[in-house]
């Protein structure tokens, strides 16, 4: 459930989604995202994450201070449902804007840019050790299908499988009826072939202030002094497992559908 410049192999990935009515920022979304990546290529490799909100910078990346591992409360919190494999199909598009941020994260080196055609000439910026080739037509790919979006190219090296701390972005409500988490695929380094079927095996979890009392399941609190990132985490979330083969896009689900537990209509985008 990713995109990387090189051949690298992803497990134990988790995506969550969750919308708040933030104190600071009102209503916002939240994005978190983790997995454990091998380097597979000669040199340094790279993942995409295309972000469906324009303008974030580096002050939209939540810290996750001591935290890391609040992504594997919540999947423990809420494992249980069965494997989903049957999705339908939607599009979105719009316009995009440009800037470029560089940043250290964890094991990665994060280049954010809100035009993905701009990265190459922000690439002497990450480390030689973890500075990838990119084929051109990848960055294409993202400005053309995916405007408005952010894209967020995370650089890495490890040979061996590291699991990082996530990453957690925050920001406007995109869509107040829809939410749609980035599930893109394609490990080869070439640009993803969207609607081809592709395997799939990760969780995608979500929280709600709005959900009705007693919707999803109890997730354990942030262990004391978590910090800025306990302010967007929820008390009670809901996920499900997506395995075997799906058309290749994003995922959605519409909000009613959300509050009300029907997670197995989420459908493919």
Same mark, same amino acid.
């Given at each position: ?83 989903? #494999? ?6 979105? #598009? ?176």
């Amino acid at each position: 459930m990713c995109v990387s410049a090189a051949a690298a192999s992803f497990s134990e990935t988790v995506l969550y989604a969750g919308r708040l009515h933030h104190p600071v920022h009102g209503h916002t979304e939240v994005l978190g995202y983790q997995n454990t990546a091998v380097n597979r290529a000669r040199g340094a490799n790279a993942l995409l994450l295309h972000l469906p909100a324009a303008g974030l910078t580096r002050g939209n990346l939540v810290p996750v201070g001591h935290d890391g591992e609040f992504l594997q409360r919540m999947l423990d919190a809420v494992r249980g449902p069965r494997p989903l #494999s049957r999705a339908g199909t939607r599009s979105l #598009s719009a316009p995009a804007a440009a800037a470029v941020q560089v940043f250290e994260h964890d094991v990665y080196t994060v280049v954010l840019a809100e035009d993905p055609r701009l990265i190459p000439a922000a690439l002497g910026q990450v480390p030689h050790r973890r500075r990838p080739g990119i084929a051109d037509d990848l960055f294409g790919f993202y400005a053309d299908r995916f405007p408005r979006h952010t894209v967020a190219l995370c650089c890495f090296d490890n040979t061996d499988a590291r699991r990082a701390k996530p990453l957690v972005f925050r920001y406007p409500v995109p869509d107040p009826d829809v939410i749609v988490l980035p599930t893109v695929d394609a490990h080869t380094g070439g640009a993803p072939e969207l609607g081809a079927l592709v395997a799939v095996d990760h969780w995608l979890i979500f929280g709600s202030d709005e959900a009705p009392p007693g919707w999803g399941r109890p997730v354990p609190p942030p262990p004391a002094g978590g910090g800025e990132l306990g302010g967007y985490l929820p008390d009670r979330a809901a996920g499900i497992p997506l395995t075997g083969r799906m058309p290749n896009g994003d995922t959605a689900i519409a909000v009613p559908d959300l509050h009300a537990g029907r997670l197995d209509r989420v459908y493919r985008v």
